[in-house]
């Protein structure tokens, strides 16, 4: 078993959140797969983007607001 450190992008509403995650390589079928803690969080920032609380969301990851690129 290998573990690597990865970021995986949320995109909710008007927001990116980069998440610190661990994924985990085996040689089982269902490899590569993330921790419970690691899928619960990403629950858990997706939750907060949505409802819009912010300060817990920053809390648990990187928030980026996407602004329309005007040419």
């Known amino acids: 078993m290998t573990k690597e ?5 949320i995109y909710e509403g008007g ?16 490899s590569p797969y993330l921790s419970l803690e690691d899928a619960l969080k990403l629950d858990e920032v997706r939750l907060a983007l949505r409802e819009g609380k912010l300060k817990k969301a920053t809390s648990l990851a990187r928030i980026y607001k996407l602004q329309p690129v005007e040419v």
């Open 5 to 9: 450190n990865k970021k995986k992008l």
């Open 15 to 30: 927001y990116v959140a980069e998440v610190d995650i661990e994924v985990i390589y085996t040689e089982e079928d269902w």
